[in-house]
Nanobody, 129 residues
């Protein structure tokens, strides 16, 4: 059974930084792409960024490009989302999800959760002064 566990969320002031982690188990990590999604209060879930563990290809949506950075540690089966220059509009519950042989560009545009193979339970990021 594939399991994903997010961690690293919390309260941070505008302009601050946080690093989220997505620890995976029950899968051949190198065969999967990991996507990060977020859902703000009263809004639809949206894709944020994704990374392929087959070729390290990444994709970021325009609103986080240049501020967020993905990295992957295959030995630990963990993907990290480094978030810098955080804004109040980044406040949301952040979820990671896995897709076998997924394309990062396609993943961030997903609106149906069934298109991903597994989801974590999320971690809350609150950007507030």
């Amino acid at each position: 059974e594939v399991q994903l566990v997010e961690s690293g969320g919390g309260l941070v002031q505008p302009g601050g930084s946080l690093t989220l982690s997505c620890a995976a188990s029950g899968l051949r990590f190198s065969n999967y792409a990991i996507g990060w999604f977020r859902q703000a209060p009263g809004k639809e879930r949206e894709g944020v960024a994704a990374i392929s563990n087959e070729d390290d290809h990444t994709y970021y949506v325009a609103s986080v490009q240049g501020r967020f950075t993905l990295s992957s540690d295959r030995a630990k089966k963990t993907v990290y989302l480094q978030m810098n220059s955080l804004k109040p509009e980044d406040t949301a519950v952040y979820y990671c999800a896995a897709a076998r042989q997924g394309d990062p560009l396609v993943i961030v545009a997903i609106t149906d959760s069934r298109e991903m193979d597994s989801w974590g339970k999320g971690t809350l990021v609150n950007v507030s002064s």
